[in-house]
């Protein structure tokens, strides 16, 4: 798992929806498309998800209408993602320690795929419980990831995971 890389399992060209449709709009695409989660794209590089928790959660155990409550109001944002040369376990740890089960994977500011708690199991159906097992003994350093310093809070292209914790290059080398 260590030698398969992100990039060789993801899902290509993920369907990517504007943050300006209604929920409604989205559960359909995600009937005929078959999948459980949509991109939503916010601006040139910030992107957003939308899952079926999402909208039976926030939408349909709220009462609200889905025929009119837009996708940019229920969905998570900011995301973490991944790059595409991140390794399979690598990939598993971050779903784990955060407690999802989709990573969308951006190169360039682009979301070229998506990576999914089932490609994993797919491959290696031990892995996912693995992970969790070592997760608190090994504490791996895991590099190319994006997202928000936990200490911080800014965003960084390139995070660095230590101890359960992910830190922007700067507060990485303060703790050293
Ligand atoms: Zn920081």
Redesign the pocket.
Known sequence: MKEIKVEEVMTRNPIIIEKEISIMDAAKIMKIERIGSLIVRLSKNEYGIITERDIIYKVVAQGLDPAITKVETVMTFPIITIGPDLNLEDAANIMWKHRIRRLPVVSDGKIIGILTENDIIRLSPGLIEVTREVFEQTQPLVSGVRGY??????Y?ENLIYKAGKY??Q???HKLE
């Not at 310093?149 to 800014?154: A, L, M, V």
């Open positions: 310093c936990d200490k911080c809070r800014k960084d830190y922007c700067e507060c990485f």
